[in-house]
């Protein structure tokens, strides 16, 4: 399997709230983050969260992890339209010189 | 801080052409990466640089591709002879020693068109 499984499509009504889920194999990661890429740009880092904590909030985002599935999700209260885009989630550690591992990414859909 | 700049935006090429992409990194990262995104495979990690000197290479998938950054402010991605297949968006991303941890900055993208 790959090093990082997202599901790739995930649709929700405006105002809702999103989950996006993730899990990876690197049981030494460090950090983990999650990436906004909207059309035709790059990757934007949303949040980052470091391996010795449960969870972090950043205003309508929060990041969930836990450690022992190794599983991370990311929440978006209060889904807009403007957050249509692909969520990529991805995880580094020291013995991999901090590099990025990246999973394949979950289009989010936000319809009216 | 005009964030990393890539050019050119859109590229469209015939195939055995020779395809140059371009990166300015932000001033002071001295970490550059180059990225490849593919329906078929996601993002993947071509090479990276630090202070100028390649570090890994393992990613670049053949012969046809090499990369250069002649100096602090400056890479290249080239492609020759191009091919159908190595349409892709390539992205260009940097870092520093202390944020690298942190997440890098990506640029917008180069979007290859091999015909």
């Known amino acids: 399997g790959e090093d990082v499984e997202q599901s790739l499509f995930l649709s929700v009504r405006e105002g809702d709230s999103s989950v996006i889920n993730c899990t990876y194999t690197?049981?030494?990661?460090?950090?983990l983050y999650w990436y906004k890429q909207e059309p035709g740009a790059g990757l934007q880092l949303l949040t980052y969260?470091?391996?010795?904590?449960d969870m972090k909030q950043d205003q309508r985002l929060t990041v969930l992890l836990n450690k022992k599935d190794k599983h991370l999700s990311l929440r978006i209260a209060d889904t807009q339209t403007g957050d249509s885009a692909i969520y990529f989630c991805a995880f580094s550690s020291s013995g991999g010189s901090y590099i990025p591992t990246f999973g394949r990414g979950t289009s989010l859909i936000v319809h009216p | 801080d005009a964030g990393v700049i890539q050019s050119p935006r859109h590229e469209v090429t015939e195939m055995g052409q020779e395809v140059t992409l371009r990166c300015k990194p932000i001033?002071?990262?001295?970490?550059l990466f180059w990225y490849r995104q593919t329906m078929m495979r996601g993002l993947e990690l071509l090479i990276y640089f630090n202070n100028n000197v390649p570090i890994d290479d393992s990613g670049m998938p053949e012969d046809r591709f090499s990369a250069k950054m002649p100096n602090a402010s400056f890479s290249t991605l080239k492609i020759q002879p191009s091919e159908p297949r190595d349409s892709a968006v390539y992205f260009c991303?940097?870092?520093?020693?202390?944020?690298?941890?942190?997440?890098?900055?990506f640029g917008s993208g180069t979007r290859l068109t091999v015909v």
């Open positions: 991303a940097s870092s520093n020693e202390v944020a690298r941890g942190y997440g890098y900055t």
């Open positions: 690197d049981s030494s990661s460090t950090y």
């Open positions: 969260i470091f391996s010795n904590m």
């Open positions: 001033s002071g990262h001295d970490y």
